[in-house]
Each structure stands twice: as C-alpha cells, then as structure tokens.
C-alpha cells in the first residue's frame, strides 16, 4: 500500500512537515508541523501550519494523529496548534520524558514542570501500532541523534525524522544529550534493511549546492549513494566521521528557544500575571 504524502517545506530551518493520507478511507496523520518562530521579535507565526489546515480540508481528510518524530531542537513544533485546530491527538516517543529531565534542569523548570510526557496524549513505544484508516502506522525506535527519535512506517513508506537526511547530504548529528552516533548507525542500517523500493522521507533538506528542495529518496539511492553510511561503510569508520564532523558544527540558531515548547507538547510556557508568555534563556550554561 502507498500513501498519498504532501509535503510542505518550511524554507528558515529547512524542515518538511508531512500530510499522510489513506486514500480509500481518507484518514489521515499530520507528522513533524511547524510552528514558525521569529526570535528577532519573538512572535510565532501559524501561517505555515494553517497550509496544512487548509490542505486537510481541501482533500476531505480526517486527521487521526498528529506526531512528532523526536523533541526538535531547530525549531518549534506547531503539534499543540494542530491538535486544537484538528481536534486530534498528539504522539511523541516515550523517550521524551529523558529528553524533558535533560532539559527541565537546564532551564531550572522547578518541580511543577512534569518530566513524564504527560503535555502529550500519548507516547510511543518500538512495535506500537496506529491505526489509520484501513492501514496501519509502525512504530520503529531509532535513537542516535535522540534517545527519544522515532520513524513512523506506512505503507510503503517510512518517514525516519532527522535520523537521516537526503543521500547527497548525509545523517544526522549525534551530539545532543543523549545522541551516540554508533547507536544512529545501527537504527539507520536497521531502516536500510527495508525494501530496495521503499520511500524514505526525511525531517530536513538542506540543499547543498543550491540544488531544487528534495525530501523523498529510495532505500537503494541510500544504499548506494548516501554520502555517510552508504554500503561499504563500516560502523568504526561512521562513528569516526560522525564524530569529527559534530565537533565543528554550531548549536541550531533556535536550540534554546525552541526546546522549552516542544518539551511542553508544543505549548508556550503559562502566562505570568500580565497575560504574557516568556520563554528563558540560560546564559552560559551550554
């Protein structure tokens, strides 16, 4: 079975949201929204989330989950706006509750922020699996650049979040709390165990070389051509490289900001007595 997938590019942080579709029963899951963010001026932006409000309705669809692939940390998830909207529930992996702790004490949350997942509806374990339609959604843990990253697998389809990212670019960074790029090869080995025809769709595209926005490759285009773990490449030599190349990469523009929604469910922070929601930035602390 194959889904039908629209995408929506999100040009500031790179990132692609997913509209996935059971065409026969039109049921559908929203995967990795958007919630733009200006830090300039510190306002969010829901315009790109409502293009996917406005997609739902145009297809005639009935949303049935709206999931995030990990905690992200480039920019805010619009999953908390989209289930207001859409009235459905919201999914994340269990891991999330180690991610919350990590981060709780970073921005010194206090004992009323809850560190067990409990902002979303439901949290996800490997093997789970959702209905949708007259199909189904798998649940594949694949940790590394997170311990709480997950890919969803549809139909012939799987959409594998920032674990890997369009074959001329490469995979993800395993330097976050709790990121270990030996474990990152062994989910990406794990996804490219799959069928040579399956559609991987990934969280992000970068586009080097300035080349047209590309979001969907095969499992064989990765076997064969994905510039970091392509067949031949072994676990020791993926680590080194990975490890290398983390050491020169900066901290993601939106990091601090960022992570104090998405760890809420993609909610802001309760407003104080003027009705007005802060978010906090540690000074020094990273």
């Known amino acids: 079975m194959s889904p039908k997938v629209t995408a929506f590019y999100e040009e500031r942080t790179s990132t692609v949201s997913y509209l996935v579709a059971d065409s026969d029963t039109k049921h ?3 995967i990795d929204p958007v919630l733009v963010y ?3 001026a510190g306002r969010t932006g829901r315009a790109f989330a409502d293009r996917i409000v406005t997609a739902v309705r145009e297809q005639g669809l009935t949303v049935d989950w709206i999931l995030d692939t990990h905690p992200h940390a480039d920019h805010m998830t619009a999953v908390g706006y989209l289930s207001d909207r859409l009235g459905a529930p919201v999914a994340i992996g269990a891991g999330i509750a180690a991610v919350q702790k990590t981060w709780a004490t970073i921005y010194n949350l206090g004992a009323g922020f809850a560190r067990d997942g409990s902002q979303f509806d439901r949290l996800l374990e490997e093997g789970d699996r959702l209905p949708l339609g ?7 843990h694949t940790p ?6 997950l890919s969803y697998r549809i ?11 369009m074959p001329d670019y490469g995979t993800a960074r395993c330097d976050f709390p709790g990121g270990n790029a030996r474990t990152l090869y ?17 969280g992000h595209d970068y586009r ?3 080349r047209d926005v590309r979001w969907e490759a095969s499992v064989a285009e990765h076997r064969a051509a994905n510039v970091q773990i392509r067949e031949g490449i072994t676990e020791d030599e993926f680590v080194a490289m990975r490890t290398a ?4 990469l900066g901290m993601p523009e939106l990091i601090l900001p960022s992570l104090q929604v998405n760890i809420r469910g993609g909610r802001l922070p309760e407003p104080e007595d003027n009705g007005t929601s802060y978010l906090k930035i540690p000074v020094d602390r990273l």
């Open 155 to 165: 139909g012939d389809c799987i959409f594998v979040g920032d674990t890997l990212f």
């Open 144 to 149: 590394g650049h997170t311990p709480a990253c």
């Open 186 to 202: 062994r989910s990406i080995c794990r996804i490219l165990s799959l069928p040579d025809d399956t559609r991987v769709f990934v």
């Open 28 to 30: 559908a899951a929203i």
């Open 245 to 248: 190349r983390d050491r020169e």
């Open 134 to 140: 007259a199909v189904e959604i798998e649940v594949w």
């Open 208 to 210: 080097p070389d300035g």
């Open 38 to 40: 200006e830090a300039n």
